[in-house]
């Protein structure tokens, strides 16, 4: 019997920019289906991307395939199609989406359905037994908690409907949700600016109801899931069946999550942007919640993305509407509401009744003049808190530096001690008795001596970060229970529990506690050295610091009382105080203006080019070179230039950056810019590290 040859194409993990052809007697392969394959002398897990393809080399070159894997689920045409997508906008392989969307830990033989359900059934029998034998009410209720968990998902592993509780909407909440639904039908995505407070949770929850009634699915958004603790607890309580996905879960319950999106049959998940490539199919709803924040984009590895902008690609792929909401809007969706591609629907009232948090600014230059400084504290801001605390409000503190010292410095010759490593000075931590410099941006760590490398002078510790802001009030406020949260303590669940269910009444934190929560008696926010925020550093700085600084007065408030936010500062005049102080609206309105004039994004597409060499020299020349490559497309080039820090990790940084017109020609000089970058790569042999960063944040 002769066999019939045929020719397929594989997408490899990999940064390549085409797809290998492999051969196969198998008659039943399709494109989606998974195997191994082995490529330039290594076996690689691969998709089929398309059959029966005409080979482009001669035939008898091309190799077999090496395996079949029919235990791995079948990847959809619609995945491929997002992954193609992907690529072709954010300027990498397709095989490198791939392996952000199935990385290596989820290739193993996948579970099918049956198994999955038996294993929740074996989980909820062994947390039952738990249960049971738990001593104190604590555990009692966490452990009550997870078995209510497990069984809202074995519920859901059946082909029941989907259940949720009502959500109920107030007027103006109901006003816009009609609003939004016209921005719907109108095919275009809607963008929610709304006060914090306002109930733009609510209204996310009732557009996923929909979604879920009429059969389709919803993908929920978030930045980042550590701090959503609470807003998982509370889409728990209207959809228990609630599947939460992000990077940091266990791979099985991955792999389960995405067996419950391929099933298709009515899910919700909650996740981070990873969450997008989800194996989903008929997405109704994607919710974009906090649209504005950083964390939404991907630094490294490729595909670079904004988990914003690959959802509204994604979207187009299911037919899925999707809300975008905010209290601060970034400029790039603002932009887009002007300009009629995004809808904009505004809510303008809290649901608790109440005026917005009043803002104080404190002069910090002035009142150490005064001395009306207690080291980093300001005498006014203490006075607040004495007030705050003796009417059992409860007080949040916001350094946007972790560590006890940001630097410290030599008393003698003036020398700030340096990350071996890194071109960035080493701040000063302590960990109970020990005290050791750490570098912020490679982990080096070192046993702080309190001399200098130098001139066997005395270090001093320079500034005040959070650490040393808590050790202060903790001298002043002897009686008060202070808490701190920053990376340094695992951005702890329990230290927000404890302070939201008051058992601290000072937090001390990084810009995590800007984020998200609801505590009821938090009516002082605080600021210590805002400077550090307002610093301009890029185009983009005075945009930041107003979100952060607009976010956290959020947080004070919120049920109704007064809040107040006050910002230490040497800069009172500076804009964004300025903003803060009134309504905002008139600085996005300056800083949209800014951008238009020296052609910024929103109104132009930028791209950088990110160079990384152990080598001074080498890299000097091969981002000069590569520049001037570039500039020949031609497009505006700026760069290269040393980023601040320009060396990390012993490797020093390069960056070219490339401004293009938002026109018809956008998406060919893109692509030139791509084939640029790689014949660069191929013809000079550059063995440095060369990324490609579209729309850079
Ligand atoms: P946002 O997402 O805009 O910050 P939320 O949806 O979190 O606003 O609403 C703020 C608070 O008001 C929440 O504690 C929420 O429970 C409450 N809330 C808002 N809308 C309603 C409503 N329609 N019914 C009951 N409570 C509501
Ligand atoms: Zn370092």
């Not at 929610?192 to 389709?216: F, P």
């Not at 012993?650 to 960056?655: A, E, F, L």
Request: a positive charge; proline letters at 5%; glycine letters at 8%.
């Amino acid at each position: 019997m002769v066999e019939t040859r045929r020719y397929i194409k594989v997408i490899l993990p990999l940064k390549l920019e085409w797809e290998p052809c492999y051969r196969t007697t198998e008659e039943t392969v399709g494109v989606g289906d998974r195997v191994t394959v082995s490529f330039a002398g290594r076996r690689y897990y691969g998709v089929v991307s398309e059959v029966d393809v005409t080979p482009e080399t001669d035939p008898s070159r091309i190799r077999p395939v090496d395996a079949f894997l029919p235990g791995l689920p079948a990847v959809s045409e619609v995945e491929i199609a997002f992954w193609r997508r992907v690529a072709e906008y954010y300027l990498c392989s397709v095989g490198e989406v791939f392996k952000a969307a199935y990385p290596s830990e989820k290739i193993q033989e996948e579970e099918t359905g049956r198994r999955q359900e038996e294993r929740l059934k074996a989980r909820l029998e062994a947390w039952k037994t738990k249960l049971e034998k738990a001593r104190t009410d604590a555990t009692r209720e966490r452990y009550a908690g997870t078995v209510r968990e497990l069984e809202a998902e074995l519920a859901a592993t059946g082909d029941g409907p989907v259940r949720f509780n009502p959500v109920r909407l107030t007027e103006p909440q109901s006003f816009a949700m009609e609003k939004i639904r016209e921005v719907f039908r109108s095919g275009k995505t809607a963008l929610l600016k709304g006060v914090t407070g306002s109930g733009k949770t609510q209204i996310y929850m009732s557009l996923a109801q929909e979604a879920l009634s009429a059969g389709k699915n919803v993908l929920y958004l978030v930045p980042e899931i550590a701090l959503s603790r609470q807003l998982e607890e509370r889409i728990r309580e209207v959809f228990p069946q609630v599947l939460v996905f992000h990077s940091s879960i266990a791979p099985s319950r991955k792999r389960e999550v995405a067996a419950r999106c391929r099933k298709g049959k009515g899910y919700f998940v909650l996740g981070t942007r990873s969450a997008l490539f989800l194996p989903h199919r008929d997405l109704g709803l994607i919710v974009v919640d906090e649209e504005h924040d950083s964390s939404y984009k991907q630094d490294a590895p490729a595909p670079r993305y904004h988990g914003r902008d690959a959802a509204i690609m994604l979207s187009r792929f299911h037919g899925a509407r999707v809300i975008l909401g905010s209290a601060t809007p970034s400029l790039e969706s603002l932009y887009n509401a002007e300009a009629g591609i995004y809808g904009m629907v505004t809510l303008e009232k809290r649901y608790y009744e109440g005026e917005r948090p009043e803002v104080r600014v404190i002069d910090t230059r002035a009142e150490r003049r005064k001395r009306g400084m207690v080291g980093s504290l300001s005498r006014k801001l203490l006075e607040e808190m004495v007030r705050t605390l003796s009417g059992h409000g409860q007080v949040l503190v916001l350094r946007a530096r972790r560590s006890f010292s940001p630097s410290v410095q030599c008393e003698e010759c003036g020398t700030v001690v340096k990350c071996p490593r890194c071109n960035v000075p080493v701040s000063l931590h302590k960990w109970g008795a020990r005290e050791t410099l750490v570098c912020h941006y490679c982990g080096h760590s070192e046993p702080f001596t309190g001399h200098c490398a130098r001139c066997g002078g005395t270090l001093h510790p320079l500034g005040s970060g959070t650490q040393r802001v808590e050790e202060e009030l903790k001298a002043l406020f002897p009686e008060a229970s202070i808490g701190r949260l920053d990376s340094d303590t695992g951005g702890d669940a329990a230290v927000v529990r404890d302070f939201a269910e008051g058992r601290t009444d000072i937090l001390v934190g990084t810009q995590m506690v800007t984020k998200g929560f609801d505590f009821d008696r938090l009516s002082l926010v605080a600021v210590i050295h805002a400077d550090g925020l307002l610093a301009r550093q890029d185009f983009r700085a005075d945009e930041r610091a107003f979100q952060l600084l607009e976010q956290f007065r959020g947080r004070s408030g919120r049920r109704g009382e007064k809040g107040l936010l006050i910002i230490q500062t040497d800069e009172p005049d500076h804009p964004v105080i300025k903003a803060l102080e009134g309504s905002g609206d008139g600085l996005v309105g300056t800083m949209l203006s800014e951008r238009r004039a020296f052609s910024y994004p929103p109104y132009t597409r930028m791209v950088a080019v990110i160079l990384k060499d152990t080598d001074h020299d080498r890299l000097a020349s091969h981002s000069s070179a590569l520049a001037a490559a570039l500039s020949g497309i031609p497009v505006a080039v700026t760069g290269p230039y040393a980023p601040s820090p320009d060396r990390i990790a012993g490797q020093y940084i390069r960056h070219i950056r490339i401004l293009l017109q938002r026109d018809r020609t956008l998406k060919n000089k893109k692509l030139r810019i791509w084939e640029t970058i790689a014949s660069f790569e191929r013809e000079r042999r550059y063995a440095g590290y060369i990324a490609i960063d579209v729309d850079p944040l």
